[in-house]
């Protein structure tokens, strides 16, 4: 390892900045706007034989698009060995493509390994049903009862292997009057409540512009699943978690129930700003830049204020405590805003940041991919691969970090069926595999 040290005058922080480098693992790093290291990404190399946490869990995994491989990502990137059992077209996640690139699969199913069997034919059945016997956890995300019209119902796996965590994921769950509709998460996130919220009043409801309901969901299941299969362990005994994409994100949108049922209120879109806390907003900066800016607390009020130069604020009737300012929202918010509409972003962020104002910018793809703490917490890196210009993908690092057991990076995202012949051939033997390769009921590739 090699390590930078350099004083910078203009460092946001008083002192000595310390960069930790890693040879060979970074590029070269520059100087720019007397604030930021601007660099490449750190780039990683997959390691086939690293280990993690979860090392010997095997995931069987049937399921499609973003909630399921969210889910099975995390326990592939701690070591799980997860098998994608995909149909000859794939999984549908691999169709969300950019310049012909399939970026969503690269960066959401790196780590798995990937068979491609026939689910319309019975001895391709008859292969998910000998894998999900050796397995700890199954995954599918098809609509209720369509598992068991595959001849893969519950009872039926559990006859093959009684310790079987079986994770199904849908859209509004296993029972119940909507059990049958799509289980998109667009219709989640308008009926959970999260659009109703989202945005401002006078104009209409947003929905995210991200894989929110699926993603929330497929990090729930990662905690469901792990106490199940904690129980089977001690136990002997499987079970069947039922995730649905709109359970995970109605629990998230705070206890809309009992303050509706105290105050009678319906909460109203409110933009940036809380119904919570004041003042808490995007500011605008002179130069076209953005800052989020929070003081939820008195003290870090108080802070705001004297970094304004506004002490009098502090003992303002409409602005003494939290209940005064947000019955008075205009006036406090109006104050922040004109101040930081007079300096440039860096400099709102330098001098709040020296205040110990809790401030942050305003980031766009563009400027996360140049920051500094970003690039050295490796919250973004990347890694080798064919189809980019570079052959280098970028891509999350990752999470959650673990002291003892970080994650680990063995493998690439797989072509279909890029797998079949070690795992489907170990486990029906040689001639057995080329049998059914050549009967249809294995497809893709057989090497």
């Given at each position: 390892?090699?390590?930078?040290?350099?004083?910078?005058?203009?460092?946001?922080?008083?002192?000595?900045?310390?960069?930790?480098?890693?040879?060979?693992?970074?590029?070269?790093?520059?100087?720019?706007?007397?604030?930021?290291?601007?660099?490449?990404l750190h780039r990683r190399e997959f390691d086939p034989e690293a280990q993690g946490a979860l090392q010997g869990v095997r995931v069987v995994d049937l399921s499609r698009l973003v909630a399921g491989n969210v889910f099975s990502l995390v326990l592939a990137d701690h070591g799980a060995e997860v098998i994608k059992v995909e149909p000859p077209s794939g999984d549908t996640l691999r169709a969300w493509k950019v310049k012909?690139?399939?970026?969503?699969?690269?960066?959401?199913?790196?780590?798995?390994?990937?068979?491609?069997?026939?689910?319309?034919?019975?001895?391709?059945?008859?292969?998910?049903?000998?894998?999900?016997?050796?397995?700890?956890?199954?995954?599918?995300?098809?609509?209720?009862?369509?598992?068991?019209?595959?001849?893969?119902?519950?009872?039926?796996?559990?006859?093959?292997?009684?310790?079987?965590?079986?994770?199904?994921?849908?859209?509004?769950?296993?029972?119940?009057?909507?059990?049958?509709?799509?289980?998109?998460?667009?219709?989640?996130?308008?009926?959970?409540?999260?659009?109703?919220?989202?945005?401002?009043?006078?104009?209409?409801?947003?929905?995210?512009?991200?894989?929110?309901?699926?993603?929330?969901?497929?990090?729930?299941?990662?905690?469901?699943?792990?106490?199940?299969?904690?129980?089977?362990?001690?136990?002997?005994?499987?079970?069947?978690?039922?995730?649905?994409?709109?359970?995970?994100?109605?629990?998230?949108?705070?206890?809309?129930?009992?303050?509706?049922?105290?105050?009678?209120?319906?909460?109203?879109?409110?933009?940036?700003?809380?119904?919570?806390?004041?003042?808490?907003?995007?500011?605008?900066?002179?130069?076209?830049?953005?800052?989020?800016?929070?003081?939820?607390?008195?003290p870090t009020f108080a802070k705001l204020m004297r970094s304004l130069g506004r002490e009098d604020l502090l003992v303002d009737p409409r602005f003494r405590t939290n209940t005064d300012r947000i019955a008075n929202l205009d006036a406090i918010d109006g104050v922040v805003r004109d101040y930081v509409a007079g300096m440039t972003r860096e400099e709102a962020l330098a001098k709040f940041d020296r205040d110990g104002v809790?401030?942050?910018?305003?980031?766009?793809?563009?400027?996360?991919?140049?920051?500094?703490?970003?690039?050295?917490?490796?919250?973004?890196?990347?890694?080798?691969?064919?189809?980019?210009?570079?052959?280098?993908?970028?891509?999350?690092?990752?999470?959650?970090?673990?002291?003892?057991?970080?994650?680990?990076?063995?493998?690439?995202?797989?072509?279909?069926?890029?797998?079949?012949?070690?795992?489907?051939?170990?486990?029906?033997?040689?001639?057995?595999?080329?049998?059914?390769?050549?009967?249809?009921?294995?497809?893709?590739?057989?090497?």
């Amino acid at each position: 390892m090699a390590f930078i040290s350099a004083v910078w005058p203009d460092w946001p922080s008083p002192g000595r900045a310390r960069l930790r480098f890693v040879a060979g693992r970074g590029q070269d790093r520059v100087w720019q706007s007397g604030r930021h290291w601007v660099a490449g990404l750190h780039r990683r190399e997959f390691d086939p034989e690293a280990q993690g946490a979860l090392q010997g869990v095997r995931v069987v995994d049937l399921s499609r698009l973003v909630a399921g491989n969210v889910f099975s990502l995390v326990l592939a990137d701690h070591g799980a060995e997860v098998i994608k059992v995909e149909p000859p077209s794939g999984d549908t996640l691999r169709a969300w493509k950019v310049k012909g690139v399939e970026t969503s699969w690269k960066t959401l199913c790196r780590n798995k390994r990937s068979v491609c069997v026939d689910f319309r034919n019975a001895e391709g059945i008859a292969l998910i049903r000998a894998l999900a016997a050796e397995a700890a956890m199954f995954v599918e995300s098809f609509r209720p009862d369509v598992l068991e019209d595959m001849g893969l119902s519950p009872e039926a796996l559990l006859a093959v292997n009684p310790r079987l965590v079986i994770v199904r994921i849908s859209g509004w769950g296993q029972d119940g009057p909507y059990r049958h509709k799509p289980g998109f998460g667009t219709l989640v996130e308008s009926y959970a409540g999260f659009a109703a919220l989202n945005g401002f009043e006078d104009r209409e409801p947003v929905l995210p512009p991200m894989f929110l309901a699926d993603a929330i969901a497929g990090l729930y299941g990662v905690g469901a699943a792990m106490i199940a299969l904690r129980h089977a362990e001690a136990t002997g005994v499987g079970q069947v978690v039922d995730l649905s994409l709109f359970d995970p994100l109605f629990t998230m949108l705070e206890p809309q129930s009992a303050n509706h049922k105290l105050s009678g209120v319906v909460k109203k879109r409110t933009g940036s700003r809380s119904t919570n806390t004041a003042p808490r907003n995007v500011y605008k900066t002179k130069d076209g830049g953005w800052v989020g800016l929070s003081a939820s607390t008195q003290p870090t009020f108080a802070k705001l204020m004297r970094s304004l130069g506004r002490e009098d604020l502090l003992v303002d009737p409409r602005f003494r405590t939290n209940t005064d300012r947000i019955a008075n929202l205009d006036a406090i918010d109006g104050v922040v805003r004109d101040y930081v509409a007079g300096m440039t972003r860096e400099e709102a962020l330098a001098k709040f940041d020296r205040d110990g104002v809790t401030i942050g910018p305003v980031l766009n793809i563009r400027d996360i991919s140049e920051d500094a703490y970003i690039r050295e917490h490796e919250s973004l890196i990347e890694v080798p691969d064919p189809d980019m210009p570079d052959g280098w993908l970028p891509m999350h690092g990752e999470v959650p970090r673990l002291s003892a057991t970080p994650g680990i990076l063995r493998r690439g995202a797989p072509r279909i069926g890029e797998d079949n012949r070690a795992i489907l051939g170990a486990l029906v033997g040689e001639e057995e595999f080329d049998r059914l390769h050549a009967a249809g009921a294995i497809q893709g590739e057989s090497a």
